[in-house]
């Protein structure tokens, strides 16, 4: 018996370009529910999946504030919102030491607070963001960018050739304040009180440099 699946694909808001494509549903949950080797492609997208037997939303490792869900489009038909039979809600800060989890706008002002105030005592006070995945900073290095003129230094800009609109807001020139450069020992060079990258004073003074870890498990796991 042959069954029509729509399924459409919603904005996770995780990370950039977190689409997956499905073959069917029935192959769709037999991965995510029974196969032990679990594809993290498959967690940072959101899917709704709606067939004869109803609708089901499968949410993946997803960010949405407060109100954004009701105002997605396509989780609403007609004058009301969808009729949802099942859901598979990612559950990863479902515990205790999540309880209050500060907003992103609530994140990113004091963020910009902190490096406002560092970064303008002198240009020797500098700033590492110590990003531990590739992609899910673009609202972070752009805000700082554009609210403080100052660009966010890369090793590199291959990942976001693809996304130009961040490309004026970073940077491979190390001679910048900002900085979310790696290096295999990158918290060793901070203990020592150098950048990732290795960039020095133009006079041999010493930087100031100050670390900020932007992660949600991070902020969770210090509260133990």
């Not at 037997?53 to 109100?67: E, H, I, P, Q, S």
């Not at 969808?82 to 990612?90: C, E, F, G, N």
């Not at 590492?128 to 890369?154: P, R, T």
Request: proline residues 4%; negative net charge.
């Amino acid at each position: 018996q042959k069954e029509d699946v729509v399924v459409t694909l919603l904005p996770a808001g995780h990370c950039p370009g977190s689409v997956m494509y499905v073959l069917s549903i029935l192959e769709m949950f037999h991965h995510l529910v029974f196969n032990d080797g679990f594809d993290p492609s498959v967690a940072v997208c959101r899917f709704l999946f709606e067939g004869e037997n109803g609708t089901v939303l499968y949410t993946g490792d997803f960010r949405l504030a407060k109100g954004e869900a009701a105002r997605m489009e396509l989780l609403h038909s007609g004058t009301g919102v969808k009729d949802i039979q099942s859901v598979y809600l990612d559950t990863t800060f479902c515990d205790p030491k999540f309880y209050h989890i500060p907003s992103r706008e609530e994140c990113l002002n004091g963020i910009l607070e902190l490096v406002r105030s560092w970064t303008s005592l002198s240009r020797n006070h500098v700033v590492w963001l110590n990003c531990k995945a590739a992609y899910g900073y673009e609202y972070l290095f752009i805000n700082l960018s554009e609210e403080l003129g100052i660009k966010v230094h890369m090793n590199k800009l291959d990942m976001f050739r693809n996304m130009p609109e961040i490309l004026c807001h970073v940077t491979t020139d190390r001679h910048t304040q900002i900085h979310a450069c790696r290096h295999p020992r990158d918290e060793d060079c901070f203990r020592g009180n150098r950048l990732p990258c290795g960039m020095t004073c133009h006079n041999g003074t010493p930087l100031h440099i100050i670390s900020i870890k932007p992660s949600t498990m991070w902020f969770g796991e210090r509260k133990k």
